[in-house]
């Protein structure tokens, strides 16, 4: 599978640990082979093989970030310009996360997250990006001191949930969407406890919110309690306060 139509051909491409540059940077990705059931049965040979390295993206993993102290996952759009209010207000965000004695884990990428990232080293705290292999990913941002690139967006959504005690989410597009959903089914389903999620500009989330309420709720689909699984503010300060709350910090 080559590159989206329109995607021009990225000059640098991580692949786990590997680098590649310029004419070596190699068309789609490692979930695009491992979920593309197209052609010959050769899968049925190679498929045990990526098992070992599924396993050794967990395990580079865990290592990396077992340490971690308490922290909190901050999610948004690679597409936020800096030095706009969405970017300043990450910036704000990330750093009152460290001061008030929290981590801060990004994707690792532009726009938003790389605001977290600023904010988060400015102030000293501990600054980590946990990257994904793209056919169009630009690196890591300058601003991570503790980065770790993954082929398979599993074992990432993982590493997240595991080392995160919360969420707190900045205006974005669909990967902050699906991180978004995905966090809320987990609380949901108590598959994690204690685990606040504060979506970040109420007039870019009040639709969705309306949405759940009037559409989703409304017909049944989910409960009113549903609804009190995640908080909306437009104050970092109360923000932090959220997720201060509920963690016990």
Do not use: C
């Amino acid at each position: 599978m080559g590159l989206p139509d329109g995607t021009r051909r990225p000059e640098e491409q991580r692949l786990g640990p590997v680098i590649r540059r310029r004419e070596q940077v190699q068309p789609g990705t490692t979930d695009q082979r491992l979920l593309d059931t197209e052609g010959d049965s050769e899968w049925v040979h190679t498929d045990p093989w990526r098992v070992m390295r599924i396993q050794s993206e967990f395990v580079e993993g865990f290592g990396a970030l077992a340490e971690l102290p308490g922290a909190i996952a901050v999610f948004g759009s690679a597409r936020t310009p800096a030095g706009s209010a969405e970017y300043e207000a990450g910036v704000r965000l990330g750093g009152a996360l460290v001061d008030a004695g929290f981590a801060v884990i990004t994707g690792g990428g532009p726009g938003a997250m790389e605001a977290a990232n600023k904010g988060a080293r400015e102030a000293r705290g501990i600054s980590v990006g946990l990257g994904i292999e793209l056919p169009f990913e630009q690196g890591l941002n300058p601003h991570v001191d503790i980065g770790v690139n993954f082929r398979y967006f599993f074992v990432r959504k993982t590493m997240f949930v595991k080392y995160a005690q919360g969420f707190v989410v900045l205006p974005g597009g669909l990967g902050t969407l699906d991180e978004l959903f995905e966090a809320l089914t987990l609380v949901q389903t108590r598959k994690v406890t204690r685990f606040p999620i504060v979506l970040f500009g109420t007039e870019y989330w009040g639709g969705l919110v309306d949405w759940l309420r009037n559409t989703v709720v409304a017909q049944g689909k989910a409960s009113e309690k549903d609804l009190l699984l995640f908080h909306v503010t437009d104050d970092v300060e109360e923000a932090v306060a959220l997720v201060t709350k509920e963690t016990g910090n």
